[in-house]
């Protein structure tokens, strides 16, 4: 069963704007939400990640917002570059153990 | 520190072949695993090892074999290939299996099965 659902599939920002992402999920057994940034050709890496005691944690241009009640949380990337064209999972990890990922977002930002 | 190796980078394979898929740490982390990625799917968890002598199944662990007999390696064996398991393959590794631990991506193995 799908835990995590992830939008949108393919984004396209222009240089300087803001891209959104955006992922729900399906229960409360999670307690850790990172997102993972993947270039072409290479594995992910984790990009930044939130615990559900807060709703917004920002690292220079990255930001998830956490809604809780609404098992929703986004990541924006502000000021958009050419660079930061690549794709984006957010993740969840809970008592399982396990790392559950979202489908994943393609991003491009065009110059 | 090399990180998470994977080898090989691209390999091809025969219906019914057998193959190993090779993953080496040099960080000394307990904390290891295997995830197909597939377009629209994200990835998912194949099997992971919570340490040496210790391993279990993720999500997809059908056609799929692991043994961890020492901290450092983790391979991954396709006992008999399938079409289906055309994929990228990516190890992973963390310090221990905690809530708060990063796990590092190999840079992955690309297989086709033809």
């Known amino acids: 069963q799908q835990q995590v659902k992830q939008s949108p599939q393919s984004l396209i920002v222009q240089k300087g704007g803001i891209s959104i992402i955006n992922c729900a999920y399906e229960?409360?057994?999670?307690?850790?939400f990172p997102w993972y940034q993947q270039f072409p050709g290479k594995g992910p890496a984790l990009l930044i990640a939130i615990r559900p005691d807060v709703s917004e944690k920002k690292e220079g241009r990255f930001t998830i917002s956490f809604n809780k009640s609404a098992k929703q949380f986004s990541l924006h990337i502000m000021d958009s570059q050419p660079g930061d064209s690549a794709t984006y999972f957010c993740a969840l990890f809970g008592n399982t153990g396990k790392l559950i990922f979202g489908q994943g977002t393609t991003l491009q930002v065009k110059p | 520190n090399a990180g998470v190796t994977q080898t090989p980078k691209f390999q091809v394979l025969k219906t019914g072949q057998s193959m190993t898929l090779q993953c080496a740490q040099d960080m000394n982390h307990e904390y290891m695993s295997w995830y197909r990625q597939d377009p629209g799917m994200g990835l998912r968890l194949i099997h992971y090892?919570?340490?040496?002598?210790?391993?279990d199944q993720g999500e997809v662990p059908n056609g799929y074999n692991v043994s961890r007999s020492t901290t450092e390696d983790f391979p991954l064996r396709l006992l008999s290939a399938a079409p289906s398991q055309t994929s990228v393959y990516f190890c992973?590794?963390?310090?221990?299996?905690?809530?708060?631990?990063?796990?590092?991506f190999g840079p992955g193995t690309r297989l086709l099965v033809l």
């Open positions: 992973a590794s963390s310090y221990s299996w905690g809530i708060q631990e990063t796990q590092y």
């Open positions: 090892s919570v340490g040496a002598g210790i391993t």
């Open positions: 229960n409360t057994a999670f307690d850790y």
